[in-house]
């Protein structure tokens, strides 16, 4: 299974960007799908998950700005975020997992597959 994430760039504090993870050699709907970010000098924490049924998951920081979806004809995920702070400024990993409950569903450790990140800089 390979996840090619893109869409990061450089953007003004207050705009937008739309990340994608495309997956490849499996079937994305079979598939819980997160977003995780790191920033310089930090560790690797939870942005956002949609599970096998739809229901999304969000980090308290981005929770109304941030938006994940999938489109499973496209076997793609998506994360929208939108009134992007500088703080936001982080590389941005897609993961993908399988039997993860929502208890954990924050925790990197329970997803099996990862993107190779993509930089989002957001300047003040």
């Known amino acids: 299974v390979q996840l090619q994430a893109s869409g990061g760039g450089l953007v003004q504090a207050g705009g937008s960007l739309r990340l994608s993870c495309a997956v490849f050699?499996?079937?994305?709907?079979?598939?819980?799908m997160g977003w995780f970010r790191q920033a310089p000098g930090k560790e690797r924490e939870f942005v956002a998950a949609i599970n096998l049924s739809g229901n999304t998951f969000y980090a308290d920081s981005v929770k109304g700005r941030f938006t994940i979806s999938r489109d499973n004809a496209k076997n793609t995920g998506y994360l929208q975020m939108n009134s992007l702070k500088p703080e936001d400024t982080a590389v941005y990993y897609c993961a993908a997992g399988r039997g993860i409950i929502v208890s954990t569903i924050q925790d990197g450790r329970q997803y099996d597959y990862w993107g190779q990140g993509t930089q989002v800089t957001v300047s003040s």
């Open positions: 050699g499996r079937t994305v709907r079979n598939y819980v």
